[in-house]
């Protein structure tokens, strides 16, 4: 029998049910903290992201010999 997951709010630690319709909070309070602190630069993301774009165009141009031109 596979072992159930105990869902907790991010909040508020309350024990919440995938079919809530808060989900994954158990209140509009809590959906509405979270959300402020969004809002207030609170949460972030700890390391920058690459854009991929400009991986591709350094690495194109390092490939090119000055033959090319």
């Known amino acids: 029998m596979p ?16 079919s809530d319709p808060e989900f994954p909070f158990c209140s509009e309070r809590c959906r509405t903290i979270d959300l402020g602190k969004w809002a207030s630069g609170q949460y972030v993301i700890s390391s920058p992201l690459k854009d ?18």
């Not at 869902?7 to 919440?16: E, F, N, Q, S």
């Not at 400009?54 to 090319?68: F, L, N, P, Q, T």
């Open 3 to 18: 072992k159930r997951l105990k869902l907790k709010c991010p909040i508020c630690k309350k024990p919440v049910k995938n």
């Open 52 to 69: 991929t774009a400009d991986e591709y165009e350094v690495e194109s141009d390092a490939g090119r010999s000055d033959d090319d031109e």
